[in-house]
């Protein structure tokens, strides 16, 4: 009879835990956070940088209305997986965390599943609880009281986020789970390399502001004049807008302003 009591219980309590863990959404990475308010706001900007510069150069209302609606949609995608990439480059810094507390915890004598459940109490100090890293903390945690390792739960994780630091740990955990008795000391050096490589990126990024700033300059000025001595120049530009030969002069110099454009966003973003 007791025993049949305590199986009842045990397999109700794995059912609650299933039930748990399928409450809990694994966040897709690839999908952009952004909302409709953010799409719309991306369009009016694209929309008014697309209409400014067509209309520079060509002086053409319809042509700048529909180039505008082009460039605003281009820059509604533009946008998303800028926020996308945001995202990824937050949670990376949140799983930066996770590492540390996890470190601090087993370097006190915890196993990792004990580890990561401290972790998630000390993380809860820092970021709230609809955070992307507390949801996955979440998720590994309601995994392994569902029987699955560890090592499973941290590839997932990693194959979602689709960060190389993640994935890096995923599989060195998946190499040395229930083998070694160093998870402690692999925890810390991973923690270590992915703070050494965000210090050089904050480096890189500090040296590459003036950079970028100086491009921006550089790639707008000639708009700029272009508008000055089209507005204010006594006719001086007529032959630009008003002539085949114009026309022609014209979209050469707007397919290198898109070209050189397109290059100087290239080139900024330095990833290692």
């Known amino acids: ?31 952009s956070p952004s909302g409709v308010f953010d799409h719309i706001a991306a369009f009016i900007i694209g929309f008014a940088a697309g209409f400014a510069v067509l209309f520079i150069f060509y002086k053409i209302a319809a042509l700048s209305i529909i180039g505008g609606g082009l460039s605003g949609t281009a820059w509604i995608f533009v946008s998303s997986n800028g926020a996308v990439n945001k995202r990824k480059r937050k949670l ?97 050096e991973t923690q270590q390399i992915i703070s050494d490589k965000m210090e050089i990126e904050m480096e890189i990024e500090t040296l590459m502001i003036a950079a970028k700033s100086e ?22 530009m007529d032959l630009i807008y008003t002539t085949t030969v114009g026309r022609l002069v014209a979209t050469v110099g707007f397919i290198l302003f898109i070209i050189s454009f397109i290059m100087a966003r290239k080139f900024s973003n330095v990833k290692l």
């Open 92 to 188: 990376r810094a949140q799983f930066f965390d996770l590492l540390e507390a996890l470190s601090v915890s087993m370097r006190a004598g915890s196993p990792a599943a004990k580890a990561i459940v401290s972790a998630r109490d000390d993380l809860t100090l820092l970021y709230p609880d609809e955070s992307d890293i507390i949801v996955e903390v979440d998720i590994i945690i309601g995994k392994f009281r569902n029987t699955v390792p560890l090592s499973e739960a941290f590839a997932d994780f990693a194959e979602r986020s689709g960060i190389d630091d993640i994935a890096g740990f995923a599989s060195i955990y998946a190499t040395i789970e229930g083998k070694s008795s160093r998870a402690n000391e692999i925890v810390r």
């Open 1 to 31: 009879m007791n025993n049949n009591i305590f199986a009842i219980t045990a397999e109700k309590t794995a059912e609650a835990a299933r039930a748990s863990a399928r409450r809990l959404k694994a966040p897709d990475y690839s999908v």
């Open 215 to 236: 491009v921006t300059i550089m790639l707008f000025m000639p708009l700029v004049i272009l508008a000055v001595v089209g507005y204010a120049g006594a006719g001086f």
